[in-house]
Nanobody, 126 residues
């Protein structure tokens, strides 16, 4: 079982940037595809971005494409989400998630992931 801890959230103005990080322990992340999701108050959790175990393949929600970048460092057991040009509608709790597979299949649904972090709050002020 892999344990995930997110960090890097905070308050930022519209147009600003934040970098979220997800640190894993318990198992090496090199056996996992990884994803970032977010959940705003009163809304369902939604997919943000995913990356294959090798880091070669990535996939983004249309709402963040061109603004967010997912990356990973398997040697450090971390996965990052660089968020640029932030908008108020990006305000949410952001979660990282791990899917135990080395086969790249785009996974955008929460139930497709096996392990979750506790989340980090991102607030974008207008």
């Amino acid at each position: 079982q892999v344990q995930l801890v997110e960090s890097g959230g905070g308050l930022v103005q519209t147009g600003g940037s934040l970098r979220l990080s997800c640190a894993a322990s318990g198992r090496t992340l090199s056996s996992y595809a990884m994803g970032w999701f977010r959940q705003a108050p009163g809304k369902e959790r939604e997919f943000v971005a995913a990356i294959s175990w090798s880091g070669i393949s990535t996939y983004y929600a249309d709402s963040v494409k061109g603004r967010f970048t997912i990356s990973r460092d398997n040697a450090k057991n971390t996965v990052d989400l660089q968020m640029n040009s932030l908008k108020p509608e990006d305000t949410a709790v952001y979660y990282c998630a791990a899917k135990a597979t080395r086969r790249w299949v785009v996974a955008t649904m929460s139930w497709e992931y096996d392990n979750w972090g506790q989340g980090t709050q991102v607030t974008v002020s207008s």
